[in-house]
């Protein structure tokens, strides 16, 4: 379990650095490019992957293809949902996600479901709407139930891929190389086409990227070895991670941030304490 609750702390810290990018004047789409960069260049010298034919052969192509234009979609896909439907709203769409997440564990992986795991299920929804309650917001407008729904379908996506990732023969490093390299260049077209609109590049916003490169490449490579470490659980990877992150945001938001917080959102983050132990039982 430890490798799933390293997870979480870096997918926080991801967030808390997105956060600041508009305060600090930081190109979103730019510091997307560089983490890529960075975090391509992390996977080659810490996990040496294997570049051979025989390796890159048995590399599944056609799921690393797919990451690398999921992931980087995703941070576009959020600042949209951001834009159009707030914050709030943005965020409980994302968590949301691990309903399919668990849906894709005991239908396509043939997961068995235990009382311990229902029981973590249970108080870990209860746990997610207690700490995302918020006042009532006006009314969606225009596109916003879209870019709602495609962050709750892109998360739950990138869930199932990297999960089948971890399950294939292919070398880990290899595959998550392939990943990250094929992730940036799908955001390195994307910048061009931008270029050639006029934007500018800037050296702030690499610099940005590079951090964000650190904090992203760690959370998926730690992500990934939880998978593996309970590659027969992996509805209490999918639930862990979730819970996690919604359990150390909020607590991050109140001790940290100073956001102010209800009784409601408090009782979340002892049933989200809770359910994790529930799903770590389970776990065995």
């Known amino acids: 379990m430890h490798f799933l609750a390293l997870a979480v702390c870096f997918s926080v810290a991801v967030s808390l650095w997105l956060r600041q990018a508009p305060a600090w ?7 997307v490019l560089w983490n890529y960069a960075t975090a391509s260049m992390l996977c080659l010298l810490l996990l040496h992957p294997r570049l051979d034919a025989s390796s890159l052969s048995r590399m599944p192509w056609g799921i690393a293809l797919a990451l690398g234009v999921v992931l980087p979609g995703l941070f576009v896909i959020m600042g949209r949902a951001v834009q159009s439907a707030g914050i709030v709203r943005a965020d409980i769409a994302q968590r949301l996600s691990l309903l399919l ?3 894709a564990a005991f239908t396509l992986f043939g997961q068995r479901v235990n009382a311990w795991q229902l029981l973590g299920i249970a108080l870990g929804l209860l746990a997610m709407l207690a700490l995302l309650a918020r006042p009532a917001a006006r009314a969606l407008r225009g596109d916003a139930a879209l870019w709602l729904l495609a962050v709750w379908f892109g998360y739950a996506l990138v869930d199932v891929l990297l999960k089948l990732l971890a399950l294939r023969g ?23 086409l931008r270029l050639a609109r ?9 610099g940005g990227g590079i951090v964000l490169g650190l904090l992203n490449y760690a959370n998926i490579d730690l992500y990934i070895r939880a998978h593996q470490s309970l590659s027969a659980n992996p509805a209490v990877v999918f639930a862990g991670m979730n819970l996690g992150v919604v359990g150390l945001s909020a607590l991050v938001g109140m001790l940290w941030l100073r956001e102010p917080t209800s009784r409601l959102n408090r009782a979340g983050i002892v049933l989200a304490g809770l359910a994790i132990a529930a799903l770590t039982r389970a776990a065995g």
């Open 170 to 192: 292919a070398n880990f490093g290899t595959a998550l190389q392939s990943s990250f390299v094929l992730a940036f260049v799908c955001m390195g077209v994307a910048q061009a």
């Open 25 to 31: 004047r930081l190109d979103l789409g730019q510091m």
């Open 198 to 206: 006029g934007t500018r590049m800037d050296l702030r916003s690499l």
């Open 101 to 103: 997440s668990l849906a």
